[in-house]
């Protein structure tokens, strides 16, 4: 990311906190769609900069920041669930990774 481009995006993150985020707070308060999309595309973001490489990063933050694209997590793979640390991953491709159901431990 070019320093205009951090620049940008420093601004409508910015923007966001001051402006978007209390109106979209009081609006998720009677709307849970709302706040399950505003909370997918958030965990996604802050994996992304966490974990992601700077090509990823490079790639999808900036769009991200500005709505041009939106994001978000599922889990309904058949026996999944919602069990995140039960899952495990496998490269599909060069640039794909495929969540496997892990082996249910004994109880």
Known sequence: MTEEEAA???LVAEFVDREVR???QELARGWMS?????GGHTVVAK???TFGTQEQKNAYLPK?????IRATTALTEPGGGS???ALR???GSPSC???????????
């Open 64 to 68: 991200m920041a500005t709505g041009e």
């Open 34 to 38: 709302l706040a399950g999309a505003m």
């Open 83 to 85: 069990d995140l640390q």
């Open 8 to 10: 940008i995006v420093e």
């Open 22 to 24: 209390p109106v979209a």
């Open 97 to 107: 990774w495929v969540a496997k159901r892990a082996a249910a431990s004994p109880r």
């Open 47 to 49: 994996l992304l900069a």
């Open 89 to 91: 991953r496998t490269r």
